[in-house]
C-alpha cells in the first residue's frame, strides 16, 4: 500500500464516522451534509472538505443577518419529521425561521442538537486513528530504507 493509499484509507474512515455521528444525532435532512463531505490529500496534507452549513450544526449561528430562504425552503422539504403544513406553505415558514435565525441566532447545544457533531469525531481521529496511520505509514518508511540499505551493501 503507498502513502497516498494509506491517507486516504484513513481520510474515508474520518468521513464515514463524521457521517455515522450526524446520522446518530439526528441531524439528516437533505443528505446535503454527507455528499459535500470530500476528502483530498495534497502531497502531506490530507483535508475534508464540508457543506457550508457544517459550521452551523457545530457552532450555531450569531444572530444579525437572515440565513438564505433557499436553503431553509429545502430543508423544510426534505425534513420528515415536520407536519405537513409546514411543506405545504414552506415559502411562509422559511420565512418566519429565517426571520427567527436573523432575531436570536441558534444556539449550539440545543433540544435538536446535542453539539459537537464534527469536534467529538475529530478528536477520537486524533486520539485513536492517526496512530494507525502512522505505524501504517512507519512499516513504508522502513522498507524504503531496508531496500535502500540493501542497495548499499550491494554496491560496496
Known amino acids: 500500500m503507498t502513502k497516498d493509499e494509506i491517507y486516504h484509507k ?7 464516522k463524521l457521517i455515522a ?3 446518530q444525532l439526528g441531524l439528516r435532512a437533505s443528505g446535503k451534509y454527507e455528499r459535500e463531505l470530500e476528502a483530498d490529500v495534497q502531497g502531506d496534507k490530507l483535508i475534508m472538505y464540508g457543506a457550508f452549513h457544517s459550521q452551523f450544526m ?4 450569531e444572530p444579525g443577518k437572515y440565513p438564505p430562504r433557499k436553503a431553509i425552503e429545502e430543508w423544510i422539504e426534505t425534513k420528515s419529521t415536520l407536519p ?3 411543506r405545504e406553505n414552506k415559502k411562509q415558514f422559511a420565512f418566519l425561521v ?3 435565525i ?3 441566532g441558534i444556539k449550539v447545544p440545543n433540544e435538536f442538537n446535542a453539539g459537537e457533531v464534527i469536534s467529538s469525531v475529530v478528536e477520537d481521529f486524533l486520539a485513536n486513528d492517526v496512530y494507525e496511520m502512522i ?3 512507519g512499516v513504508i518508511y522502513l522498507r524504503r530504507i531496508q531496500s535502500d540499505v540493501i542497495e548499499i551493501l550491494k554496491a560496496a
Open 10 to 16: 484513513y481520510l474515508e474512515r474520518l468521513r464515514l
Open 21 to 23: 455521528k450526524y446520522e
Open 58 to 61: 457545530e457552532h450555531g449561528r
Open 84 to 86: 405537513a403544513v409546514f
Open 98 to 100: 429565517a426571520r427567527k
Open 102 to 104: 436573523a432575531k436570536e
Open 135 to 137: 505505524e501504517e505509514l
